[in-house]
């Protein structure tokens, strides 16, 4: 799949949908090649979802670097703002965004630079405080009040970064499978070189392949509690495919870093707007027992511990999912 950057203009200007990037309009072209031929029931429903999901992406040059993403609901509704996880996409939420739209919300679901369908930063400016810079000048280009902000895993520090620079952006927050991570020096050295083996050397070939069962039983064994949908792996393990190595790699050495990982307790106490953790008791990647104290920080903070759930919530219980936020942000 390609990942060229096209020419499009560096300010923040939405693109029309029939441009898009390269891997955008490739992926487009594979899937309607496939639902002209010969499916199955199963198949074929699977890909029409797929091309719904894909005719409603939109584009936006961020920072110079063209942006995949989505919106739904009313343009009035209060902004609620979807951030993906490492090394995933905007179709991660495809569950969520409809609705949450249906409850009223505009809710925008976008791809980190080098993520899903966004273009690769010639940069390398895979860095939080990077992420977290785009998600300011999106915010300001599609002009966005003040937001209510959802993140999944490593979105949540971009998240939390954006909240400490930009207070007066959040209505409120929402984390899911995110926890307070100690530094460790050993780690710090040996986890990105291993992330870097498994994610770019071992899954990435494999899923280009075709091979996604491979990175379905690994989801199954390590990371969740529960049985995804078929439908739904094959679409999450599309972002494997997207995905620049790069983005992987230097994010990886972000979250090893001390200043980091010692700046999400300082950056958490200093959010006076409501704010909710929301952790999977059988995460083993963040880790409820580093979650729940993480709250104590929070001047408005919540915390809820989803009983057998890993760290894949948006596929493992999407629908509990949706209920968690309509509560929360009808509360707020």
Same mark, same amino acid.
Request: glycine share 6%; hydrophobic share 40%; aromatic share 8%.
């Given at each position: ?134 998600? #300011?000048?999106? *915010?300001?280009? +599609? ?6 902000? &959802?993140?999944?895993?490593?979105? /949540?520090? %971009? ?89 992987? #790699?230097?994010? *990886?050495?972000? +979250? ?6 010692? &700046?999400?307790?300082?950056?958490? /106490?200093? %959010? ?61």
């Amino acid at each position: 799949m390609a990942s060229q950057i096209d020419q499009l203009p560096e300010s923040a200007m939405a693109q029309p949908e029939t441009q898009g990037t390269a891997k955008y309009r490739t992926y487009c072209a594979e899937v309607d090649a496939a639902l002209a031929g010969s499916l199955s029931t199963n198949e074929r429903k699977r890909l029409e979802h797929q091309r719904h999901l894909l005719s409603r992406a939109k584009f936006i040059t961020v920072n110079g670097v063209v942006h995949h993403y989505q919106e739904a609901g009313p343009a009035d509704g209060a902004p609620l703002v979807l951030i993906h996880g490492w090394d995933c996409s905007a179709f991660w939420w495809h569950h969520i965004i409809d609705p949450l739209a249906g409850s009223g919300y505009r809710v925008i679901s976008y791809d980190l630079k080098g993520h899903g369908f966004s273009d690769p930063d010639p940069n390398e400016g895979y860095t939080v405080a990077g992420f977290s810079a785009d998600l #300011r000048t999106l *915010a300001d280009a +599609l002009n966005l009040k003040a937001q209510h902000v &959802a993140a999944f895993s490593l979105g /949540a520090f %971009v998240a939390l970064d954006y909240a400490d620079k930009h207070p007066d952006q959040i209505r409120s927050l929402t984390f899911f499978n995110f926890s307070e991570l100690p530094f460790n020096t050993f780690a710090a050295k040996l986890v990105p070189g291993v992330l870097d083996t498994v994610f770019n050397r071992i899954l990435r070939p494999i899923e280009r392949r075709g091979l996604w069962w491979i990175p379905y039983i690994y989801a199954l064994t390590v990371l969740s509690k529960n049985t995804a949908p078929v439908n739904d792996v094959k679409l999450a393990t599309l972002s494997l495919r997207c995905c620049d190595p790069q983005a992987v #790699r230097v994010s *990886a050495r972000e +979250l090893s870093r001390r200043e980091i990982l010692q &700046a999400v307790p300082k950056q958490m /106490a200093g %959010v006076k707007q409501p704010t909710l953790l929301v952790a999977g008791a059988g995460d083993p990647i963040m880790r409820p027992a580093a979650a729940a104290p993480l709250m104590n920080h929070a001047r408005q903070g919540t915390y809820l511990e989803v009983p057998k759930c890993g760290h894949l919530i948006l596929f493992e219980l999407p629908e509990q999912v949706v209920q968690i936020l309509r509560l929360f942000l009808k509360g707020t």
